[in-house]
């Protein structure tokens, strides 16, 4: 290894020791993109082509609708190429590329200004922001997949907190960027603090999710998943069919109110999904034992269906309804991020290929459903039917939910066992290895795992698995005290040997019995 790669991993090492959940800020990171992306005041000129006030939400219908069918469509590419995908994401070029990419899509959408009408095959400036929106579908697409395969390593009960610590950490920065909404470059224009971070919170998320991407990239081990295949399918079709209506609601809503209006609901969902956040950290960690993910996705799918269903009543709030929506969404998106990495892990299956499907259902839905919104149900109403499609959605989102989580596939797929991994209860299953008051002799082994981890360039997941080895576990004591599959341990344990150059678990105990007596 040379110097500077050796510097880079030693750095990675020494921030990861100084703060350990610092690879997960990516998760932060691209959280709060995506909520800034939703706030047009952010990135949007007040002002239109005319020089008139903007007065409609068109752009973000824009945006959401192009954004949306773009990273849909990445994903899907990525979880149907798999091999290739999953080099690149662990590529030096990732960090890079996103950068440049993200910088691409900011100047696109920041320099169009209102200039959204032209479509995304026109050269002339009404064309950018299309290309902007098209650019910022992709970017997100691949900070999908990258943070996918920081969590697919990471123990269930430390996914559900991330994710919500994730959570409060972008509702911060946005509320830190909207503070400081009034410096700007030009009259009417978007602040500086937008078009930084606009440009900035991508190459920050790739950064961060970089720590913690070594190794070499996950594989398939179950071939045959039986049941389980059966339950992830319509685990995917149940979250492309909310999404759909999460997307209409939305779609609707945003066509119907004004862009400030659009921008004040924006901020008081944020303001809720704060204390949403808050709250389920609060009762994971003093009051639950088990999370109840089944019966959080049933209500999430009958808040959304009711919100659906109401939404061609004239008296209807659009505001209301338009946060109700947006917060409901954000606590199923937390779900799915959760479920996702506990079937990447536990199965064996490649990340890339299950948050691709996965994630490409929720925001192939979510385009769909702004295309729906905008483009179809407005024609539907002309010949009075938009309410039989509004219902009609609605029924099949909470029917659909309903049937998925009592199928004997998602009962499979997600056992008793997934309820017990996402309790904080299931940390002391860890304990012991970053206990600091061990007995000298296990603090001597420790200290010579970890040199040997060192030399060797083991990633952080096999560094675990050799720990464990060296004590004499199985493979199947380390998999339940790991929360992965006994054949992902295996994995680990054969690309383990083969960077050691040994053949056997006595082996390996040999060499660190003779560095601890050193």
């Given amino acids: 290894m040379s110097d500077k790669p050796r510097r880079n991993t030693e750095l990675k090492r020494g921030l990861l020791t100084l703060w350990p959940g610092l690879a997960y800020l990516g998760l932060g990171f691209y959280f709060a993109w995506m909520l800034l992306l939703s706030d047009t005041c952010i990135w949007v000129s007040d002002i239109d082509a005319s020089g008139n006030a903007l007065t409609n939400a068109g752009l973000l219908v824009a945006v959401m609708l192009l954004q949306n069918i773009t990273a849909a469509a990445a994903l899907l590419l990525a979880a149907a190429i798999n091999a290739p995908i999953a080099r690149f994401l ?9 950068s440049v990419l993200s910088v691409l899509g900011t100047v696109c959408i920041i320099g169009s200004g209102p200039y959204f009408i032209g479509g995304p095959f026109g050269l002339d400036i009404k064309g950018l ?30 996914v559900l907190v991330y994710c919500l610590i994730s959570e409060l950490f972008a509702v911060a920065m946005y509320f830190i960027i909207v503070a400081n909404n009034g410096f700007k470059p030009f009259s009417g224009g978007p602040s500086y603090a937008g078009i930084i971070a606009l440009a900035l919170l991508p190459v920050l998320s790739s950064w961060a999710t970089s720590l913690r991407i070594t190794g070499s990239a996950p594989v398939q081990v179950n071939a045959n998943l039986g049941d389980r295949l059966v339950g992830f399918g319509w685990f995917v079709v149940m979250l ?22 659009l921008q004040a609901g924006t901020r008081i969902s944020a303001d809720f999904r704060l204390v949403l956040a808050i709250v389920f950290l609060a009762l994971i960690i003093g009051r639950l034992e088990r999370v109840p993910f ?44 959760c479920m996702l990495s506990l079937v990447a892990s536990k199965e064996g299956r ?38 039989a499609v509004y219902v009609t959605i609605a029924l099949l989102t909470i029917i659909l939910a309903a049937f998925v989580m009592n199928s004997k596939g998602f009962s499979v797929l997600f056992d008793t066992t997934a309820a017990q991994e996402f309790s904080l209860k299931a940390e002391n299953g860890l304990k012991k290895l970053a206990d600091a008051s061990l007995p ?37 004591a380390i998999a339940v005290k790991l929360f992965i599959s006994a054949n992902t341990v295996r994995t680990h344990v054969h690309n383990i040997y083969g960077k050691m150059d040994i053949h056997s678990k006595q082996e390996l105990i040999d060499l660190v019995r003779s560095r601890t007596q050193r």
């Fill in 129 to 158: 922001f299309s290309y902007g929106a098209v650019i910022c579908g992709l970017v997100a697409a691949l900070l999908v997949l990258r943070c996918s395969l920081v969590l697919v390593d990471t123990p269930p009960h430390r």
């Fill in 350 to 387: 490649s990340p890339i290929r299950i948050f691709g499907l996965g994630f490409g259902a929720v925001m192939g839905g979510n385009g769909l459903g702004w295309f729906a919104s905008v483009r179809i149900i407005p024609q539907l109403a002309e010949v009075g039917v938009d309410f």
């Fill in 440 to 476: 000298s002799e296990e603090s001597a082994r420790e200290a010579a795992c970890e040199a040997i981890a060192r030399e060797y360039g083991l990633s952080l997941r096999e560094r675990d698995i050799f720990m464990l080895l060296a004590e004499g576990d199985s493979a199947d």
């Fill in 294 to 337: 089944p019966s959080v996705c049933l209500l999430s799918a009958a808040i959304v269906a009711v919100m659906l269903a109401l939404l061609p009543l004239v008296g209807l709030d659009k505001t209301v309804a338009y946060v109700v929506v947006n917060v409901t969404a954000t606590l199923f998106n937390i779900v799915a991020w």
């Fill in 90 to 98: 662990q590529s030096r070029w990732f960090t890079p590329i996103v």
């Fill in 240 to 261: 492309f069919v909310f999404s759909l209506a999460v997307g209409v609601s939305l779609g609707h809503c945003a066509s119907n109110l004004s862009v400030y209006t």
